[in-house]
């Protein structure tokens, strides 16, 4: 079981470009999201998903798209990066209810 | 305004050496407690998930506390090693049943020396 598997682990932008940061998990887990983490700041949800073709927005969802076409893999779509995306990007996933969540390792992304 | 307030924000402890990181909350209404672990550079790891019927609950060498009533979380490590060296974040779950309503703390940094 390899868990919960992002890619790149790191990523550097110019501001107005775009990229994908790709999530896959391999448990068969339901729910899946995605979080950013910053200093001095609790992790926050940018996006979430229920289920395949089922998406939902979180706390900060500006700037970044999802999409959810198989139970496996979830994608996160940064439009037109801005320094302000510069962050630490972590992808989860659980089963439905009061699950724990599994996290990937995260994507350290810089915008400049 | 719904928060997890985690205190201290760091501590430094000999190896073999117990401590206690606490935790208080003001999330309404309430659903569960989680403790998380995250390694540097790595993701966050669970460690305990307790509802409200529950006042304690250990996962090996780490034991959380819930007092419902006061709003307050401990995460007590005993015997702690090198490896313990992380940070510890306190979460609180407003919405019964789903991921979506997470309140995250900040942490605590614990460093363990040898």
């Known amino acids: 079981n390899a868990g919960v598997t992002q890619t790149p682990k790191f990523q550097v932008l110019k501001t107005g470009q775009s990229m994908t940061l790709q999530c896959a998990q391999d448990m068969n887990h339901e729910y899946m999201s995605w979080y950013r983490q910053d200093p001095g700041m609790g992790l926050r949800l940018i996006h979430y998903s229920v289920g395949a073709g089922i998406t939902d927005q979180g706390e900060v969802p500006n700037g970044y798209n999802v999409s959810r076409s198989t139970t496996e893999d979830f994608p996160l779509r940064l439009l037109s990066a801005a320094p302000s995306q510069t962050s630490v990007y972590f992808c989860?996933?659980?089963?439905?209810?009061?699950?724990?969540?599994?996290f990937g390792n995260g994507t350290r992304l810089t915008v400049t | 305004k719904n928060q997890v307030e985690q205190s201290p924000q760091s501590l430094i402890i000999l190896e073999g050496k117990n401590c206690t990181l606490q935790c208080n909350y003001t999330v309404s209404p309430f659903s569960n407690l989680r403790w998380y672990k995250q390694d540097t550079g790595r993701g966050p790891v669970s460690l305990t998930i307790?509802?409200?019927s529950e006042n304690t609950k250990s996962n090996g060498r780490y034991t959380a506390t819930l007092d419902a009533d006061t709003k307050q979380s401990s995460l007590h490590i005993t015997a702690s090693q090198l490896s313990d060296s992380a940070s510890y974040i306190c979460v609180v779950s407003g919405e019964a049943g789903n991921n979506r309503k997470l309140i995250w703390g900040l942490g605590t940094s614990l460093a363990v020396n040898p």
């Open positions: 307790m509802t409200f």
């Open positions: 989860a996933s659980s089963y439905p209810g009061n699950s724990p969540l599994h």
